[in-house]
């Protein structure tokens, strides 16, 4: 399939910056129903108990009148009086079995929304982390679904309680002096209309505020990472002023959440305190004019209480409210973002697509299991076919540009080369080979020639722009990205270690692995003093991204962690480049004794490590220039020939 007939898909755009009008990702009550109807027997409990509550609370007022109108008559009030006490007693009691119940639903839905949240940061495509910073997410997960708990516990759950006692207390009050109710109801609406007003900007200065410490994280995460190189470089100070602007920043939006609510909190004061100075004085008039009795007005300013009271809840509830919609809405973004399972039918209808503009290619599937992989009849383990890929923008522009200031000795390598115009940002052009299986393959090439993105396709982290990648003569695309990864042993270049324990990251990839089959495993890698290193042996911790291993270690471990999983496929990825002489030799024995009938695919760093192979192919600037055997290649291809001059050390 030749790079001028495939059809090629649009190009993946960088994600636009965010403009300083743009408000950022919102969300609305709806989308918030969801969390909270989870819990929604909890609820159906709490809002029995507000009308409980309400009830109790609204016929305070009315026992209040009959007693001072008792007292007027000289009629006894024993009985009111302790029907009155019950009253309160009862409705301070429903509101604490309330307020613990909306406490831990409101622990409850934060706990739900974080395990969302992180099933869903677990399983996004890859591309998504090339474009968002890790502080960032992890921020999703920690301060953003904290402020949802301020929905139950301040906003939405007691508003049925609250609805109840404010329309029942209207209800009394019309029925007391309806002349009275009109004028408190002018000034509630003049309240309630400036916080309307004001709720808005609430939101909106909460999301900036969100997403300003969701920087902060990202910052204080890069600083702590990569905290010995920063030392050595003398560059804390300079680390610590670009983080402390990220926290002005993050101040300054916190501030405007501040304004925003210092104008909320005391509004309903000034409504209670002109509603109260509106009855005292009509009513008073009122009561000398004989139109309404003292008993009458005094209920009338309980039942203003009561009317005032939900009211100030509900302005209290706008901030949090409105805070809790404005992280919901970052937490919504990445829950609507698809994840790899979701970019299955994608692939597939590209897998179709790279069939129908090359009819004659042989794209079979879908594969439905291991067994099926394993009994394929193509003679190839992996093929490319045409295959062209970019990616992101800024993506591909921060590798090429951390490779090449890295490894600034490659420009004499590159001068020997035929220069290769790249006028389209692509990673890949045009890729085509074949691995047959059970062989020993070698990728070589100078930095940012594209061996790790060719590896990273395999894997499907990414897919390709055009052609075909294929695994036993079927599409990869069509093939469910869990089961294709179940062949793969993949050991990525600088392969992270794991904070946990030398077995935690053994059995990663191999949960059910005995400690025999582990210890076996680490010796074949020369990793046997680690084990006698400590008497806990495999429960010995290895610290923070293994900060309490070599980097030789760290590299060894992950090439045990492939072997112990022993795919048909293993895919290293320059996994001796930390490696001295001696444990070099040994790897290289462990890895010729696990590979022995399965396919392996090396990205060479060594030449040591190329010169067995039964294939070598050499990558150029995404172009694959040369294949062959190392004789083979030293004499047809010049690029190789430099490389091996070189001893392959790029």
Not at 321 to 337: K, M, P, T, W
Not at 368 to 384: H, K, Y
Not at 421 to 436: A, K, Q, R
């Amino acid at each position: 399939m030749s790079s001028a007939s495939s059809p090629r898909r649009p190009a993946r755009a960088a994600r636009p910056s965010r403009t300083a009008k743009d408000e950022g990702p919102r969300a609305s009550l709806r989308q918030l129903l969801p969390f909270v109807f989870e819990h929604k027997k909890t609820l159906i409990a709490v809002a029995i108990l507000s009308v409980l509550a309400a009830a109790a609370t609204l016929a305070q007022p009315l026992v209040v009148g009959q007693v001072i109108e008792r007292v007027q008559q000289s009629a006894p009030v024993g009985t009111l009086v302790w029907v009155l006490v019950a009253l309160v007693v009862a409705s301070s009691l429903i509101s604490g079995i309330q307020h613990y119940l909306l406490q831990r639903t409101g622990t409850a839905v934060v706990y739900s929304s974080r395990r969302r949240l992180i099933a869903q940061l677990l399983h996004l495509p890859v591309q998504e982390y090339d474009a968002r910073r890790t502080g960032d997410l992890v921020s999703r997960v920690g301060t953003d679904t904290t402020l949802l708990y301020a929905v139950l516990t301040q906003g939405l759950a007691d508003s049925v309680g609250n609805a109840l006692i404010f329309v029942g207390a209207m209800i009394a009050m019309l029925l007391i002096d309806p002349v009275l109710l009109l004028l408190i109801l002018v000034v509630v609406g003049a309240s309630v209309a400036v916080v309307g007003a004001l709720s808005g900007r609430i939101r909106r200065a909460t999301t900036v505020q969100q997403e300003k410490v969701g920087e902060l994280a990202s910052g204080v995460e890069r600083a702590i990472g990569s905290i010995r190189t920063i030392r050595a470089s003398g560059a804390a100070s300079r680390e610590q002023a670009a983080i402390d602007q990220t926290a002005r920043g993050a101040y300054d939006a916190g501030v405007q959440v501040a304004k925003a609510s210092a104008f909320i909190v005391p509004i309903a004061g000034i409504a209670l305190q002109l509603s109260l100075l509106v009855v005292l004085g009509v009513g008073g008039f009122r009561v000398a004019s004989g139109a309404i009795t003292i008993a009458q007005l005094v209920t009338f300013v309980m039942f203003l209480f009561f009317l005032v009271q939900p009211l100030g809840s509900f302005f209290g509830a706008i901030t949090s409210v409105n805070q809790a919609l404005g992280a919901l809405g970052r937490i919504q973004e990445v829950l609507d973002l698809p994840t790899e399972t979701a970019h299955d039918a994608e692939g597939a209808a590209a897998a179709d697509e790279a069939r129908r503009a090359c009819p004659d290619a042989d794209l079979t599937g879908p594969i439905q299991t291991v067994g099926d992989l394993l009994a394929a009849r193509d003679t190839s383990a992996i093929e490319f076919r045409g295959v062209r890929f970019a990616y992101p923008t800024a993506v591909v522009r921060t590798r090429r540009t951390v490779e090449e200031e890295a490894q600034p000795a490659l420009a004499d390598v590159h001068a020997d080369a035929a220069p290769v115009t790249d006028t389209d940002g692509d990673v890949l052009h045009d890729v085509s080979f074949t691995v047959p299986r059970g062989a020993r393959v070698a990728l070589v090439g100078p930095s940012g020639a594209g061996k790790s993105t060719t590896l990273a396709l395999i894997e499907r982290f990414y897919d390709p722009d055009a052609g075909a990648v294929l695994l036993d003569g079927t599409d990869v695309r069509r093939i469910d990205r869990t089961r294709l990864r179940a062949q793969l042993g993949y050991v990525e270049q600088d392969a992270p270690t794991l904070a946990g324990t030398i077995g935690d990251n053994l059995r990663l990839a191999s949960p059910e692995a005995s400690d025999a089959a582990c210890e076996r495993v680490l010796r074949a890698v020369n990793l046997g003093e680690v084990l006698e290193r400590s008497p806990l042996g495999l429960d010995a911790p290895v610290g923070e991204a293994g900060v309490m291993l070599s980097g030789g270690e760290r590299q060894r471990l992950a090439i045990a962690r492939a072997l112990l999983a022993a795919p048909p496929i293993l895919l290293l990825d320059e996994s001796t480049s930390s490696l001295d002489g001696l444990n070099e030799q040994r790897m290289r024995e462990a890895i010729d004794a696990v590979a022995a009938g399965r396919t392996l695919v090396v990205i060479a760093h060594r030449l040591s490590t190329v010169v067995d192979s039964d294939l070598i192919i050499v990558l150029d600037r995404g172009r694959v220039v040369g294949q062959g055997t190392h004789a083979e290649l030293v004499e047809s291809v010049p690029l190789y020939r430099d490389l091996a001059r070189h001893q392959l050390l790029v």
